[in-house]
């Protein structure tokens, strides 16, 4: 049973194949310190992802000058990447090292949460992978993507890392003409073609999502590094597109990827983007705000 008198702090997280973001918050939902640390994707490892949670949460204790409470006094919100796979979902929460309770959503409803404040609205994300979600008036609930690598999360860091490899591995064979992006790549990854090979053999989504600023970097002199981008923004457009195909809702954009590519999406789209939505982590604390609410 949770009580509600022990409770010192509320803690919403974001965490993804990229980073982790942490908001700390008194009893009442103030916002007090936030901090980040690395990955925690639920595919990237379920131990690897608490070590990050914490190691964030702590920073951010210290930020406050205070020491970190005991974690049965907090109550812990979070949206992570891969949440929707059952199995990893239940090894995260067996793993819970003590916090009073857990509220646990994917990524993508936090962000949604933060960014429309759970009034309806679309939201698309893109960083290592990719996804989008909706909020209907009726309260119901949709998503696509987020099928993960390497199959889906088209338009992602990873995705376009992956086909960046492939052309660049095209190049060296001569079967695709040469130019920056594959140069780059090239130079990235080791600098012939064994070690491209070698970087391969052993690449994740993480590393692949690495090479996607390089197609950024390139897309002002290398068609190959623009036509990926040109893809990447329809893939993203495709998605807010499946879940409201009226055009109708208020559509944000997450992920470092996502705001890199909304120049490239469509006048009328960007006209429906909210200029700077919230942090996901902020959508994360409501789902702990909405926990301690129906709580009897």
């Not at 239940?90 to 009034?119: C, K, V, W």
């Not at 490239?264 to 409501?286: E, K, M, Q």
Request: charged share 15%; glycine share 12%.
């Amino acid at each position: 049973m949770l009580l509600l008198a022990m409770i010192s702090h509320l803690i919403g997280v974001d965490g993804g194949g990229t980073g982790t973001r942490v908001l700390v918050a008194d009893r009442h939902g103030v916002v007090l310190a936030q901090a980040s640390a690395g990955p925690s994707a639920l595919g990237q490892g379920i131990a690897s992802a608490w070590q990050s949670i914490l190691s964030a949460i702590k920073t951010a204790f210290q930020d406050l000058q205070q020491e970190t409470p005991v974690w049965y006094q907090c109550v812990l919100g979070a949206g992570l990447s891969g949440v929707n796979n059952k199995p990893w979902r239940e090894q995260f929460l067996a793993m819970n090292p003590g916090f009073a309770r857990i509220a646990l959503e994917s990524d993508a409803y936090t962000a949604l949460l933060a960014a429309h404040g759970g009034q309806a609205g679309v939201m698309v994300a893109a960083g290592t992978g990719s996804i989008a979600e909706a909020l209907y008036a009726d309260g119901t609930r949709r998503q696509v993507g987020g099928w993960g690598f390497p199959v889906g999360d088209e338009g992602s860091g990873a995705w376009m890392g992956l086909r960046a490899m492939a052309h660049a591995q095209q190049a060296v064979d001569g079967r695709a003409p040469g130019g920056a992006l594959a140069d780059r790549v090239l130079q990235q990854c080791g600098g012939s073609r064994q070690t491209l090979q070698q970087w391969c053999a052993v690449a994740r989504q993480y590393d692949y999502a690495q090479l996607a600023r390089t197609v950024f970097d390139c897309a002002h002199s290398d068609t190959v590094a623009e036509n990926l981008l040109r893809d990447a923004a329809a893939a993203l457009e495709s998605m807010a597109t499946a879940l409201d195909p009226q055009a109708v809702l208020p559509l944000a954009i997450y992920g470092s990827v996502g705001r890199s590519l909304m120049p490239r999406l469509a006048p009328a789209t960007r006209d429906r983007c909210i200029p700077t939505p919230r942090d996901a982590a902020y959508g994360a604390l409501t789902l702990v705000q909405q926990l301690l609410e129906e709580t009897p």
